[in-house]
């Protein structure tokens, strides 16, 4: 059995647990809220209830995916005999040097075993907790690694060529390669030493409210040191992005250390699958030493300022 009927038995023993029974618990709780019977504190305590039960069952739900279709893919494997790429030997230095495709399918292999071991023992926190993803953000991605989703993960290469077409706001024009070093932390000529970061905020929908919102609030919160590693891309032209700076933020906000960019075709954005799979939403990266470190999909702009932190605190540990 090849890689990808393995993970095409997976696909189908996923979809085959997902019996109706598995959410016949809810019914009672939302018929009680329906009736309106009790005080709002017995009301509230059903909803908790209800949101801890959920919670439960889907970790529960997960991790019995996880485990299966980790047996089937070793099973699978097993089968495929042939010669072990550095990719996949554990005995090979981990500075090796490695293809971008060797990279990925050594990501593909960890992240399914990262996530087996987080579905068994994760707490399930949400962001007031520290966490830079919530539940629903956990489920989502893990259900994209099995349903073999072609998208960025952790630890994927970050493409830096997408970054010479996007446009200058100042003066729309492309930031070119000349631009692109400058803003990449591991281009240029201290390449070889950079260990900084950059946070990447983007979202396609046209003058969108969300991102607005989420860039007032990261300017509002986050230190100008922060600020200065922030890049927002989205698809308004330049002199759309002119106004709404202009018009939003004084100059002493400190929205000049942001940086924003133009990417009207939204080919960048596909570089980075940024696009969402149902829906055009907000997804956060942060970049560094060429390397996607940490990517949290629609994300909602109340929790920006949240899931940044959280993520770069992750990050730094």
Known sequence: MTRYSAAAAAIMVIA????????????????????????????????????????????KDLAAKMAEAK???????????????????????PNAQLSDKEIKLRNDRQRFADMLENSMTSSNGDLGDGYYLTVEQENENA????????????????????????????????????????????????????????????????????LRTAMKRLIGALSADLLAKCVVINTDTPAENRRFVKKNFSEDSGADNMTVLTDEKMDWMREYTALGEKRFSITMFILKEGRCEKIAREVEAEGMTETVKNAIRTMLR
């Not at 598995?22 to 009736?35: E, G, Y």
């Not at 709002?40 to 949101?51: E, I, V």
């Not at 089968?79 to 996949?88: H, L, P, R």
């Not at 000529?189 to 950059?198: A, E, G, L, Q, V």
């Open 16 to 59: 085959a647990s997902l019996s109706p029974s598995s959410f016949a618990f809810t019914s009672p709780a939302i018929a009680h809220l329906t009736r309106g019977s009790g005080t709002g504190t017995a009301k509230t305590s059903s909803l908790q209830a209800m949101n801890k039960r959920n919670k439960f069952n889907k970790q």
């Open 71 to 93: 047996r089937l893919r070793e099973r699978g494997e097993a089968g495929d005999g042939g010669t072990v790429s550095a990719a996949e030997d554990n005995t090979s230095p």
């Open 143 to 210: 259900d994209a690694v099995f349903r073999g989703i072609s998208r960025l993960y952790e630890g994927d290469p970050a493409p830096s060529a997408p970054f010479t077409e996007l446009l200058n706001i100042e003066n729309g024009e492309p930031l070119g390669q000349g631009g692109m070093k400058r803003l990449l932390p591991w281009e240029g000529p201290k390449s070889s030493s950079s260990s900084d970061f950059m946070i990447v905020v983007t979202d396609p929908r046209p003058k969108s409210v969300e």
